[in-house]
């Protein structure tokens, strides 16, 4: 008797479209392409708009790059560049140093503008509320009474837009402190191990205390800490004890922040630069409420390499945004989001997109939660090249928008990043954690 195939009988009772393969909704299968829908469970495609405003020329001089770039002015269009990219989640950080006026005394005109119309547009802020500087009546963050101060900002900010979700309290602790007190540029241009030590623990109060106000606000908070991803690499047989320590120094924000306990090398420093032991068992006492993701900000120039001569050179993705970050996702086990990248030659930036976004698809892989990603920022910036340290103005060609509001190749780039993986999961398979009745659809696991 012949050998029968049961494909025969399926065929014949459903035809030959009647199985749909790995299609979990059946017909209705998708593969995750598509500019993002407002879907909850949708990987969240960003872009940020450059709010720095850190004072220079001790103190007398204030860069404030909303005004630098053109926000104030272009507001409305720059919003609506948002949606016309696709995106529908913006890291947006209202000047804290022009809010706020005196302690508890706040002019909220420009914020009240914008965030009316980030509303209106249904677009997604993640809130930044500290970025690189604090107002002149606080003076800087060696300032032991800035977390007091800060958290009664936030607290007034959460009441004041109840809607938003999303957070960034105090935007790159570390590197706001190692430019303003150890580096010398910013603010209290101090280069000290003291200061910095100062500045960090200051920083991280002031974001531990703001959370603490925000989540009593809103209670399902979610704090994206954007924090530098960096490494030093050191061209030399022989590893000093200067480069070993700064690579370890580079977690402690952090460290402090997740109440994850630095180590020997780290406390001892602390302790010998200022550090008080009653502070240390403070951090240590437990993360803060809402639900902790860890942004890790990469560009190139994040890594480094230490020549025999003691020169540092950049060293543009020796590791990358991967290997770089899973270092950290293993130190803490959080969330992740790729909260900043960009470069400052226009003509490379295409290239570095899409190789920033093969390193978040390939740490996916392998199980690490990467929620979100941002191409920062969404307009060119001025004098990053030189960190801000001068007002030479300096266009930085870094923006998916350059600053009359044209687009630079890498929009087109992001846009067709959007058309092929827009409608991804947050997670692979997060559409299973949505109380919903629509059926499965994506078909693959991204």
Not at 322 to 332: F, G, I, L, P
């Amino acid at each position: 008797m012949p050998e029968k195939s049961f494909l025969k009988y399926i065929n014949k009772k459903y035809g030959d479209a009647g199985y749909a393969g790995d299609e979990f909704g059946g017909g209705a299968g998708r593969d995750g392409s598509g500019f993002p829908s407002d879907n909850p469970g949708n990987f969240m495609f960003a872009t940020g708009i450059e709010c720095s405003y850190p004072t220079i020329n001790n103190g007398t001089l204030r860069r404030d790059l909303l005004e630098e770039c053109g926000h104030y002015k272009y507001l409305k269009e720059d919003l609506g560049l948002v949606k016309e990219l696709g995106l529908n989640v913006l890291r947006y950080g209202l000047p804290y140093y022009s809010i706020s006026k005196a302690d508890g005394k706040y002019d909220w005109s420009f914020a009240d503008e914008a965030m009316a119309e980030i509303k209106r547009l249904g677009i997604t802020p993640i809130l930044d509320l500290m970025h690189f500087g604090v107002p002149d009546w606080i003076g800087n963050f060696q300032n032991p009474e800035l977390p007091l101060h800060f958290a009664k900002y936030a607290e007034a900010v959460a009441k004041r837009y109840p809607w938003v979700r999303f957070y960034t309290p105090v935007n790159e602790i570390f590197v706001s402190a190692k430019a303003s007190a150890r580096d010398g540029l910013w603010n209290e241009q101090k280069k000290d191990d003291r200061s910095f030590v100062t500045a960090i623990k200051n920083l991280v109060a002031s974001s531990i205390m703001a959370n603490h106000q925000i989540a009593k606000q809103k209670p399902n908070c979610v704090i994206v800490q954007s924090e530098s991803a960096e490494y030093v690499h050191e061209f030399s047989a022989t590893v000093s004890k200067e480069i070993t320590l700064l690579n370890k120094l580079r977690f402690l924000s952090l460290d402090l922040l997740y109440a994850h306990p630095p180590d020997a090398d780290v406390c001892m420093y602390l302790f010998d630069n200022g550090l008080t032991r009653a502070e240390y068992e403070w951090f240590m006492a437990g993360e803060p409420p809402g639900y902790q993701v860890m942004g890790n900000d990469y560009y190139g120039r994040n890594e480094k390499i230490k020549l025999p001569d003691g020169s540092l050179l950049n060293a543009s993705d020796v590791l990358g945004w991967y290997q770089v970050t899973k270092e950290y996702y293993d130190r803490y086990k959080k969330p992740v989001m790729h909260t900043e990248t960009n470069v400052l030659n226009a003509d490379e930036a295409s290239v570095w997109l899409y190789k920033q976004w093969i390193n978040v698809l390939q740490i996916r892989k392998i199980g690490v939660p990467v929620l979100g990603f941002t191409w920062y920022s969404l307009i060119d910036q001025v004098d990053w090249d030189i960190e801000l340290a001068e007002k030479k103005g300096t266009v930085n060609s870094c923006g998916l928008y350059d600053l009359q509001r044209k687009p630079r190749p890498v929009a087109q780039a992001y846009k067709s990043l959007l058309q092929q993986f827009g409608r991804i999961t947050i997670i692979p398979y997060g559409e299973i954690f949505e109380l919903t009745n629509r059926q499965a659809e994506l078909k693959v696991e991204v």
